[in-house]
């Protein structure tokens, strides 16, 4: 089964500053999506940003971008000029190309952002 | 991105009785939807995984005759919990994917529910 791993339970940043959060995730599929979703206080999951597996190209959004590393398994979000709106839970996601359909999470980061 | 729509955002009901939470696809069909439980600082759960048309498939643990779910449209499904205690109340999130979704799983507001 695919697992997800997010190794950093919290983290912090001062304001604007950069901050990356670390994901691994275990797969023996070649074709998959991976995720980066916010959770605010409001606890709405948004879309912050996605890969596509066979893209070798690094997904980036506005001041959030990925470092996907395929033969590592890793997926992680650097967030750059770090803003006060940004303080969250982070969620990295997995999903398969077709069969389930349905994101398997990591247990999350909380990132604080210091003014 | 696409827009998932959830109501209530927050309910209270009396122990013994049931409640229903909808979510809505407001700007693509939702082929799939998922139900998730979210207990305080974790990750989400998946609850059951529901296609439109056809039967709910729970996830191992999840009591299907207490958490009802339907998904009759492309565009609303329902949790009904059933006879609900103290025990059920939790944050419940409901997310849905389509054919132009782009492979992309959107997520509703959330709901809140307390049972007293």
């Known amino acids: 089964a695919q697992t997800v791993t997010q190794s950093q339970p919290e983290m912090s940043v001062q304001e604007a500053e950069t901050v990356t959060l670390s994901c691994t995730y275990d797969?023996?599929?070649?074709?998959?999506?991976l995720f980066w979703y916010k959770q605010p206080p409001s606890r709405q999951m948004i879309l912050v940003i996605r890969?596509?597996?066979?893209?070798?190209q690094n997904a980036t959004e506005n001041r959030f971008s990925v470092n996907f590393q395929k033969a590592a398994k890793s997926f992680s979000l650097k967030i750059s000029d770090s803003q006060l709106g940004d303080a969250a839970m982070y969620f990295c996601?997995?999903?398969?190309?077709?069969?389930?359909?349905?994101?398997?999470f990591g247990k999350g980061t909380k990132l604080t952002v210091n003014p | 991105g696409a827009v998932v729509s959830q109501h209530p955002s927050w309910v209270i009901c009396k122990s013994g009785t049931s409640v229903k939470i909808e979510c809505r696809s407001l700007?693509?069909?939702?082929?799939?939807m998922f139900w998730y439980r979210q207990f305080p600082k974790q990750s989400l759960m998946l609850m059951a995984t529901?296609?439109?048309?056809?039967?709910?498939?729970?996830e191992q643990g999840v009591e299907k005759d207490k958490f009802l779910i339907n998904h009759a449209s492309l565009t609303l499904s329902t949790l009904t919990v059933t006879s609900a205690h103290p025990e059920d109340s939790s944050f419940y999130i409901c997310?849905?994917?389509?054919?132009?979704?782009?492979?992309?799983?959107?997520f509703g507001e959330g709901s809140w529910l307390t049972v007293v």
């Open positions: 996601a997995y999903k398969e190309e077709g069969g389930s359909e349905k994101l398997v």
């Open positions: 890969q596509e597996a066979y893209k070798q």
């Open positions: 529901s296609n439109e048309g056809s039967k709910a498939t729970y």
């Open positions: 797969t023996s599929e070649s074709d998959y999506y």
């Open positions: 997310s849905a994917l389509g054919r132009s979704s782009g492979n992309t799983i959107y």
């Open positions: 700007d693509f069909q939702a082929t799939t």
